[in-house]
């Protein structure tokens, strides 16, 4: 800073700090396109939806497609895996949100709000674990399903119960329920 | 120190060149560089150390003259490495076990620093340092990791990316922007192979400045006292020099017999397996120099508390210089603290040992155990020791206590006197 004996500030005190600014302002613009060109580019933001069809898939089974790089989980429930999912009270979940973009945020997570309205047979879910992403097991006939026979993530041991929701484990939120639409009975758009 | 050195150019030319950049004057800095006399085997890990990193730069610029650090190719050109490149295999095993000796190396080095109070006054700066290092260590060998594009590569990278959506608000812009994607995909991969190349160079000026900082106090000894004058030294050249050669030597044998016999003995067989985004391997384990801080994220039954207290663990380390409250240095005036030390080596490699274990049952409780005791150490016993112990009495000066335990007679000639350990 300039020597003076005054207590006022000089001319010079406020050309020092406008030229601070100024630089560094202009610094704070220079970097953003250093630090942004990291962010999903334009062909990683273009994904397409895709369509799936249902038809070959019977109650008890399940299919995974592969979305945005990420595996969607189908399930066709059977009606016991549907009504044990309807009889957990919403207090005994670890996190009370149903997670379906379809929905306005902070819907509650019972099974009507977790399956697709007047469908409640299908379970669509994006596929990954939300403690640290992992894709846990279910989806075979043979896999372990963990305590709540939905979904096991073996990473760090997740159990997800049969509408997707967390009920034990690190994982803090229900498995994602994506933008989805029924263009027919048997043919989905997921995205 | 540093001062007692003064370069004098010996000839024409390097007067010439000295006036100009004086080089020569670090050099002979270096050589002359006085060492306790004292110091013994643990203090030859900083030398084998650079050549570590030296040997990681020399084969991993050559490994990327032939990788391609594309999803569809990554897999297909690591084989062709092994496969069709002249002494590929061996460029590959040498880098990828190189890792592993790099680690095995730090680890001996940091645990050389905690028994000997390397990390107290006047070498904070060394110590944090010494961390920054090991930091960057941590990030290259991930990245690195991530690069053959093999089933291990391609889940660890999204464990580890993942960790950072645990940060309240900010942390899902923070993964996306690491990911430049949706999922570690493709520019994952890139911006990895970027970055593994370039942090090894960040190192290499990190070490210069660790070395700096080692140059300005001087190195500690197992004695943990000050060097008080010459007597107590002996010039870098030629003792460290040739005693850090026959350790590199011996270091390298343990290093050729994996590279030459047992390549893939620390590495993991689904790594051979190209990445497969919609399936995860039953069992996924980090390499093995992470596998105590896994143990620790995997303690906490809770997303956020697991990274906090896994950063945490590394973290701890940075303010340790003032978490000791004990003005001894080493452990072998302190008993208290030398059994406690032994008691969190023994912790640690237990960590170890269940961070490669499944998550259940007995071992999330052992983890759990291990966990507190890791933190405890650092925040409960060491600041309390400090004030309950009583040391031994300290050695009036490495000359004396040297002299005493080999019963000669104090000689000022040591240059002549053959070195006794
Ligand atoms: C690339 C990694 C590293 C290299 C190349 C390196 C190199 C060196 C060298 C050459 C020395 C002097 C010789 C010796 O005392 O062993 C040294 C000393 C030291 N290093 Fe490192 N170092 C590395 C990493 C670390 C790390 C990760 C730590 C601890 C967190 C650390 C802590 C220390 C301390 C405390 C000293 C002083 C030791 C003493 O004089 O007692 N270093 N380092
Ligand atoms: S990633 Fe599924 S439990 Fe950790």
Redesign the pocket.
Known sequence: MAVTDTDEPTRRDFLYIATGSFTAIGGAFLVWPLIDQMNPDASALALASIEVDLSSIEVGQSMTVKWRGKPVFIRRRSAEEIEAARAVPLSDLIDPEARNDNLPEGSPANDQNRAPAGKEEWLIMVGICTHLGCVPKGQGMSDKKGDFGGWFCPCHGSHYDTAGRIRKGPAPQNLEVPVLTFLSDTKIKIG | MSEDHTYQPSNAFTRWLDERLPIMGIVDHMMGYPTPKN?NY??????I??F??VAQIVTGVILAMHYTPHVSMAFNSIEHIMRDVNYGHLLRYAHANGASM?FI??YI??F??LY?G??KAP?EV??I???V??LL?MAAGFMGYVLPWGQMSFWGATVITNLFSAIPYVGEAIRELLWGGFSVDNPTLNRFFSLHYLIPFI?AGV?IL??WA?HVP????PLGINVKDKQDTVPFHPYMTAKDGFALVLFLILFSYFVFFNPNAMGHPDNYIEANPLVTPAHIVPEWYYLPFYAILRAVPDKLGGVVAMFGAIAV?FVLPWLDTSKVRSARFRPMYRQFFFIFVACCMGLGYLGAMPAEGIYVIASRILTVYYFAHFLIILPVLGMVEKPKPLPESISKAVLDAHGGSASANTAAAPEKR
């Open positions: 110091i643990w203090w030859t890990f900083g030398g150390l650079s570590c990193l790099f190396a730090v080095h940091m050389r620093g000997y390397s990390y070498r060394l110590w340092l010494g961390v290092i090991f260590m190192i070490v660790h070395i080692l001087g190195n500690n000894n380390l």
